[in-house]
């Protein structure tokens, strides 16, 4: 089956540890995203790349970093400078500018 | 800077009843809309994408429509059922910039038998 996968579905971090969530897609999708969920507040921008090779900052990109080394594979890492980095994780992707856009099941990282 | 709105924001009705749920955008500069469907803990479906060219898209129990110029979108359920009970958002692409999406922040709907 075509699709997103997201893995893991539950992560937990201790303080000052940096984790990487994984977004896999054999869509052959270009286009890539991460999102950010947080009670009441509607999906932020973390992290998008249009193309393998680049990447570009969205609206709450600090404390974050991903790679975009194979068109299929977009992980993003939450390192320590993230100070509060509990929420819900969504990896997207799209075909082209005018196409819809697919997510994945999402992943729930909690600080412990 | 694109804002996007979303009225009410929870919503419960009886099994049966039609509905509708509001989506508003600042900034007319979209390519186009699109609506999610979110289960609770788990990821967003798509239900309908709207070119900014299109008044309105049909899905099944579901119209999406589309005034680019005011600045709104609605998504009309017909015949509600309990299994529709879901938190329902609306997203629009802003031309430029990376064609992201904007997000609005979500109407939580309860189907009630």
Not at chain 1, 64 to 74: D, G, T
Not at chain 2, 30 to 55: A, E, H, M, V
């Amino acid at each position: 089956d075509g699709g997103i996968t997201q893995s893991p579905k539950y992560l937990f971090r201790k303080e000052g540890q940096n984790v990487t969530l994984s977004c896999e897609q054999n869509l052959n999708h270009d286009a890539m995203y991460w999102y950010r969920q947080d009670p009441g507040q509607g999906l932020r921008l973390i992290y998008y790349s249009q193309i393998v090779n680049d990447f570009q900052k969205g609206d709450i990109a600090e404390g974050y970093s991903v790679s975009r080394e194979k068109k299929e594979s977009f992980p993003l890492t939450v390192t320590s400078a993230q100070k509060n980095p509990t929420a819900f994780y969504l990896c997207a992707s799209r075909a082209a500018v005018n196409t819809e856009a697919f997510f994945g099941q999402g992943t729930r990282l909690t600080v412990v | 800077k694109q804002e996007v709105t979303q009225i009410p924001a929870a919503l419960s009705v009886p099994e049966g009843e039609n509905l509708v749920l509001n989506c508003s955008f600042t900034d007319s500069a979209i390519y186009n809309l699109q609506w999610f469907r979110q289960d609770p803990g788990k990821g967003l479906t798509s239900l309908l994408l709207i070119q900014s060219s299109q008044r309105e898209q049909t899905s099944g129990r579901l119209n999406a429509s589309l005034d680019k110029s005011s600045g709104r979108s609605t998504l009309y359920i017909a015949a509600s059922q309990p299994g529709d009970s879901a938190t329902y958002l609306c997203a629009v692409r802003r031309t430029g910039g990376g064609n992201k999406l904007t997000f609005g922040t979500g109407t939580q709907l309860k189907v009630e038998l």
